[in-house]
C-alpha cells in the first residue's frame, strides 16, 4: 500500500512538473513569436526609412536644381522644355517614393506584436507588398532621371557663356557641357547595368531570401556563392 502511494505521489508530481514544463514552453514560444515579430518589423521599417530619407534628399536636390539655376535668355527652347520636365520628374517621383515609405511606415509601426492579430508577412503581403513595389519603382526610375538632369546642367549653366575656340576646332562651353554630360552618362550606365541589374529583383521582390543552393557553404562564410529563391 505505502509503494503504491509513493508510486502515485510520483506520478503526480511528474504530470505537475510536465505541465509547468509545457507551460513554461508556451511562454517562451509567445516571446520568440514575440520578438521575431519586433523583429521583422524594425527590419521593414529600417528598410523603409532609408529608401524615404534618400527619396526626400533627391528631389531636395532636384528641386534646388530647378529653383536656383539661372536660366540664360539664349537657353534652346527644347533644352528649357526637356530640363523642366526631368526636374518635374525627378521631384514628383521622388516625392511618391517618399510619401508612399512614410504612410507604410506608420502602418508597420502600428502593428501589434504582442497579440498579432495576423502574421506579420501576411500583413506586409495583403497590405503593403504592393505600395512598396510601387515606391521602390519610383525611386528606381527617379534615380536616372537625376542623372539626366545631371547631363543637362553643364548645358544650361555653361550656355550664358561666350563660345571661344579651343585650336580653331572645339570651344570651351561645349567641352564644358560635355564633360558633364559625360559624367553623367558614365554614372547613369554603373546604376543601370551594375547596381540596379544586381539588386533591383533581390530589394523589389520581398519573397526572395539569399540560400546556399549546395548547402555545402559555412553560415558565417561571406564569401560563399549564393542565389536568389522565393520563401
Not at 63 to 89: Q, W
Amino acid at each position: 500500500m505505502a509503494k503504491f502511494m509513493v508510486e502515485t505521489a510520483d506520478m503526480a508530481w511528474e504530470i505537475k512538473c510536465r505541465q509547468e514544463d509545457m507551460r513554461q514552453r508556451a511562454v517562451d514560444n509567445e516571446r520568440r513569436s514575440i520578438d521575431d515579430a519586433r523583429r521583422n518589423v524594425d527590419e521593414k521599417a529600417e528598410q523603409l526609412k532609408a529608401v524615404s530619407h534618400l527619396s526626400a534628399l533627391i528631389a531636395g536636390f532636384a528641386m534646388i536644381v530647378m529653383v536656383e539655376v539661372e536660366l540664360p535668355d539664349s537657353i534652346s527652347l527644347v533644352l528649357l522644355i526637356v530640363y523642366s520636365a526631368t526636374c518635374a520628374s525627378v521631384v514628383g517621383l521622388m516625392l511618391l517614393a517618399m510619401l508612399n515609405c512614410t504612410i507604410m511606415l506608420i502602418a508597420v509601426m502600428k502593428y501589434d506584436c504582442v497579440n498579432r492579430p495576423i502574421p506579420f508577412r501576411q500583413f506586409w503581403q495583403t497590405r503593403c507588398e504592393a505600395d512598396w513595389r510601387f515606391a521602390y519603382r519610383c525611386f528606381s526610375l527617379g534615380v536616372p532621371m537625376f542623372m539626366i538632369v545631371l547631363a543637362q546642367i553643364g548645358w544650361v549653366v555653361f550656355d550664358k557663356y561666350q563660345s571661344k575656340k579651343l585650336l580653331n576646332r572645339v570651344n570651351y562651353r561645349d567641352l564644358s557641357a560635355s564633360v558633364v554630360t559625360c559624367v553623367a552618362i558614365l554614372c547613369l550606365m554603373l546604376w543601370s547595368l551594375h547596381t540596379k541589374a544586381k539588386w533591383d529583383g533581390f530589394v523589389h521582390d520581398s519573397t526572395l531570401k539569399l540560400v546556399d543552393p549546395d548547402n555545402s557553404i559555412n553560415p558565417h562564410d561571406a564569401k560563399g556563392p549564393a542565389s536568389l529563391s522565393h520563401r
